[in-house]
């Protein structure tokens, strides 16, 4: 059995390289900056779709499971390494707040549009036979990206939902159109803010470093180091010991979990695996700073082993996307995504306009950017305005990213428990009061003179 599992492990592998091959020659694939990860997959849909290679249908069936697994130690490192600097928090308090409750109220209300979408067919279209959740894939694709997608499936399964295969290859759709759509948009966007002259920094179009578009960087000279040796590979390898801690607390978060469930304790015997193990990670990253051990974690290493984690994820989902099931409900499914782009953007730079003085626009365009791809999609499109990062632009929203993070702590459990038992409507009125409450927050009467 593990063999197989290896075997179709290598297959994923090979996926990956031949997508770095082609988003390295395919000028399409550079303009939109699609990762291997997705390429790979959807080369992978179409040998599984077509049969041109014969696939066992077992390996299609780990593939579907994988990104569920995975997305544990990708959840569960996050807060892992964490570090907010109080003078920074001091200085830029106020714009990392509105940073914040913008991101939230856009997501929330994603799910507002996602329900919504829900509840209309059902009256319009009830032939359709939405289930009870469909809406929640918006969000999760559009604001969570790949990674917050690929763990829909285990999620709904956690909760004893018969669709959940269904769920996670409508989440990766959208995941993997807004991600493209995020792009498209936030360039044109960008164009358009040009010649409005409401860019602060950027005055003419200026290009991508051409090593953003192909996907690689040939100069060692200027190739980043992944991170720090933090350890002596006599003792053991640095990465090693980032992946015991991770994997340590995943289990641990499964042990945990298995009690709670003993217990029948009403709400928490709901929540996912990963959730409780952002929680202990959480809680072990506060013990380490007070032993004065950070140095001992390197958040970019840790980055990087989460980053390979998600491209082994993101390739599997999209490679097990139940495509027959989907076009089920592709009309309910395009009218979601369309509304959602429309929505997000009046939304995103009305709040980004009305709430910052300075550089509304390069706010705007990374809140866009990560609202509807993954921050990486963000940072792109800012960097195309603001080449240097000479605005705080990405210092706040990064510190505002964390309190998500933090914040998600408190929040993801009340919405998993109305996710798992909760209606449809329940689901829409939930999302509408959290929207109402981050909006609030962002235009906070201390913050917005600030």
């Known amino acids: 059995m593990l063999a197989e599992v290896f075997k179709s492990l290598s297959f994923l592998s090979i996926l990956l390289i031949v997508g770095t091959l082609l988003r390295a020659k395919i000028k399409l694939f550079q303009n939109l900056f699609l990762p291997a990860s997705v390429i790979g997959g959807f080369i992978g849909l179409i040998i599984v779709q077509t049969s041109i290679i014969p696939i066992p249908f077992d390996w299609v069936r780990t593939y579907s499971l994988l990104p569920g697994i995975l997305i544990i130690p990708i959840f569960a490192s996050i807060p892992l390494g964490m570090s907010i600097s109080k003078s920074n928090m001091l200085t830029s308090f106020p714009n990392i707040i509105k940073c914040f409750g913008i991101f939230q109220a856009v997501a929330m209300t994603q799910c507002i549009i996602g329900y919504g979408t829900n509840l209309l067919y059902s009256r319009l279209k009830p032939e359709i036979e939405l289930y009870r959740t469909f809406g929640y894939e918006l969000s999760a694709g559009f604001s969570g990206g790949h990674g917050l997608a690929a763990a829909t499936g285990k999620l709904l399964e956690g909760f004893g939902v018969p669709y959940w295969e269904v769920a996670q290859g409508i989440a990766m759709t959208t995941a993997t159109v807004g991600l493209i759509g995020g792009i498209v948009f ?127 994820a993101v390739v599997s989902a999209i490679t097990s996307l139940p495509i027959k099931a989907v076009l089920q409900y592709i009309e309910p499914l395009i009218f979601m995504m369309i509304l959602g782009f429309i929505v997000s953007y009046f939304m995103i730079f009305f709040m980004a306009k009305s709430l910052f003085k300075k550089n509304y626009f390069e706010y705007g365009i990374m809140l866009w950017g990560a609202l509807t791809g993954v921050m990486i999609t963000g940072i792109t499109l800012l960097k195309i305005c603001d080449n240097d990062y000479q605005s705080p632009v990405l210092k706040d929203f990064s510190l505002g990213f964390s309190i998500n993070f933090v914040s998600s702590l408190l929040i993801v459990p009340i919405l998993n428990s109305v996710l798992a038992t909760g209606s449809t409507m329940m689901n829409f009125i939930v999302s509408i009061i959290f929207t109402l409450v981050y909006i609030g927050i962002a235009f906070s009467p201390k913050l917005k003179g600030l």
């Open 186 to 312: 936030g360039i044109i966007f960008i164009n358009i803010a040009v010649r409005k002259k409401n860019t602060s920094i950027l005055k003419e179009p200026n290009d991508i470093p051409i090593e953003s578009k192909l996907g690689f960087n040939k100069n060692i000279n200027s190739q980043a180091s992944i991170g720090r040796e933090t350890l002596m590979s006599s003792n053991i390898e640095t990465i090693a010991f980032h992946l015991a801690i991770i994997f340590s607390v995943c289990g641990l978060a499964y042990i945990i979990l298995d009690l709670v469930r003993k217990t029948n304790i009403t709400g928490l015997s709901v929540l996912p695996v990963w959730t409780y193990s952002m929680i202990i990670m959480f809680i072990l990253n506060i013990i380490i700073g007070k032993l004065k051990m950070d140095w001992i974690v390197d958040s970019k290493l840790k980055s990087r082993i989460t980053g390979s984690l998600s491209d082994f």
